[in-house]
C-alpha cells in the first residue's frame, strides 16, 4: 500500500465489515491492537490485518460452519485447483469447456470500458483474465480461503492484469461501500454459504442502483438431492429481480442474471 493514491482509492472502497464505519491504514505499529499495514475501524476500533500481503477482513460472524468446511476444504484444495478442476468437470459432464464457461460468465456481465467489477468467491483468479479483457474498470477480487488468494495473487502478477485489488473475506459480510460496484459477480459457492440471503442482500448493498448482479452456480446430482438448486431464487432480497436464468452445458450451470433495483 505504499503508492499514496492506489492507498486512497482503496479507502474510498473499504468499510468494516462489522459495523460499515471508514477505515484508516496503519502504516507503522501503533498503540493497541495496531500493527504495520493493519487497517482500522475509526468507529468500531477494530484492526484487520495484512495476512501474506493480503488484507484480511474476515470477522467472527464470516466463520459459520458450512464457511469454515468451505475455507478448510479449499484451502487444501488450492495447490491442486488449477491443475484438477477443468478435467474432473470434463469426467463428470464430457461436453464442459473451461474457456467457454468463463467466457459465458465474462459475456453475462454486460461489460464496458470502464465498467466496475467485484468477483466474490474469486478462488484462484479462473475469470479475471476474461473480465479484464472486456473493462479497465475497478476489479476487486474476494474470497474466504487465504490459500486459493494467494493462488490468485500470483496469477494476476504473472497474466500482467494490472490493477485488481483483492482481498480476504466473506460474502455475507463484504468489507465495501454501498453503490460502489456496476457488476457484481458470485463466482460459485453461493449455495453453500453460511447465509445465502445475507450474501445476496450484500451483493446487492454494494452494487449501484442500475447494476448487475450474476450468480453463477453448478447443478449437479448432489445440488438436486439436496434441493439447493433454487437456493438463490428461494432467498432473493427485495432490492433483486430477476432478468433471466440461463443452463450451461446440458443443465449441468446455470446463470442468474439480477438487477438492482434499491427503494
Known sequence: MGDASLLEEVLALLRCPACGGQL?????AEGRGGSPGSFRCLSCARVFPMR??????????????????SRALYNIYAPLYNRLENALARMIWPDFSEPRLRREIAASL???????????????????????????GLLVGLDISE?????????????????????LGCAEYLPF????????LIGGGVSYFGDPGRALA?????ATDD?????????????????????????LPPDLKVLERRWL?????????LAVGKS
Open 177 to 184: 461501500a454501498s453503490d460502489v460496484f456496476d457488476r457484481v
Open 52 to 69: 501474506r500481503g493480503l488484507p484480511d477482513f474476515r470477522i467472527p460472524e464470516c466463520f459459520t460452519t458450512s464457511n469454515r468446511l
Open 147 to 167: 490459500e486459493m488468494l494467494c493462488i490468485c495473487a500470483h496469477k494476476v502478477k504473472q497474466m500482467d492484469l494490472g490493477t485488481v485489488y483483492l482481498f
Open 110 to 136: 454486460e461489460l464496458g470500458p470502464d465498467t466496475s467489477v467485484l468477483e466474490v468467491c474469486v478462488g484462484t483468479g479462473g475469470n479475471l483474465p476474461y473480465i479484464r479483457a472486456r473493462t479497465r
Open 249 to 257: 452445458f446440458g443443465g449441468s450451470f446455470y446463470l442468474l442474471k
Open 24 to 28: 484508516e491504514f496503519l502504516e507503522q
Open 211 to 235: 447494476g448487475l448482479v450474476v450468480v453463477f452456480e453448478q447443478s449437479s446430482l448432489i445440488e438436486r438431492l439436496l434441493g439447493r438448486v433454487d437456493l438463490p431464487l428461494r432467498c
Open 202 to 206: 450484500e451483493a446487492a448493498r454494494v
